[in-house]
């Protein structure tokens, strides 16, 4: 059987106005890279279409975006289940042009030490966190507070598992992952992280960390199955292949750009002349109504699908965005897993109740 895609990793701005000390997106930041609001409404369209169930507005800071409630509600509206991380500076302002129009809401927070947290994310969000906490509340929404562990503030997990449960918050724990050569995190420690995983209110998923302590994806026998199971679409309106992190070549899904060759910077050894080859059958198909089926149908997607996690680069990667998707295209132990930590997630943050004196905001003093 085969599965349609079932993530769509839009890329919506590469603005942000923090600095995390974990991430590089920042540094390359221009004033003019978000997504036009047409084309985001268009392919939100056409990948329905094509059976994509989740929608994940990322960036930068998704909240930069200047009409992301009309993104978020035409997404609500042709079915799909949306995500946002957020650092929660602008959330305070928007949370009620947002609210009922985000399924899965993440509030970044990696320690209950202000100065800790502040430094870690290269901006002052700490407080903007707690007032976002207070707002939710307000609006009887939904979030959860997803924790950025390095060696830096794996000591600060305690705490945070105990605030998050008394405020009956998920507390998602997301280990740094490494890219492009940026820091990660020893894998010994994920041990420590494992322990948490058995905690109400706690999400970890056990599935990526085996992953790592095998030394990540291994490009004999790849366990990533990023083309297959995701769409990565960047704010110049290009589908991204192979993924962001590692994305050599990028596609023009405007019909009315398609004149643009696909670019394609820094490609493996041989692969230049590959993909140019390849996009003859892109371009015969440059008048179909649904640029991304058409691309799905095309032979550069069957190229990229044989070489999914089987490039150089490939070996060791252990990029949390694309194998969490991966994960539901092979039955597997890493399928286990990972639905069980989904499974442990869906019943504390709907199911399970814990006594009303536990969940005031007003007890977050004596958590901390
Ligand atoms: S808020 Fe997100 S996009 Fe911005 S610098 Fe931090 S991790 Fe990167
Ligand atoms: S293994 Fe990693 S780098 Fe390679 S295609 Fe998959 S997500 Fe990208």
Known sequence: MILPPILLHYYITERCNCQCSFCSIWKSSSPAADAATDDVLTNLKNARQLGVRYVDFTGGEPLLHPQLHLLLRQAKRLGFKTTITTNTLLYPQLAESLKGLIDFLHFSLDSLDENQHNTMRGCQTYNSVMESIRIIQKLSEKADLLCTISEKNIHQLPQLVKFARSLRMMLIVNPVFSYSGSATIDPALLSDVDAFAAHPFVYVNKAFHRLRRRGGNQTGHPRCRVIDSTIVISPQNEIILPCFHCGF?????????????????????????????????????????????????????????????????CSGCHINCYFDPSFVYQPDEYMLLSLQAKARYAFYKYVYNLPASTRLFSQQGSTR
Not at 262 to 288: E, F, K, L, T, Y
């Open 249 to 313: 070549c990028r596609i023009p899904l405007a019909i009315s750009s398609n004149h643009r060759p696909a670019v394609i910077n820094m490609a493996p050894p041989g692969w230049q002349q590959r993909i140019s080859a390849s996009m003859n059958d892109h371009q015969a198909r440059q008048h179909h109504r649904n640029p991304i089926k058409r691309f799905r149908e095309s032979e550069t997607f069957r190229l990229f699908k044989k070489m999914q996690g089987r490039f150089s680069f």
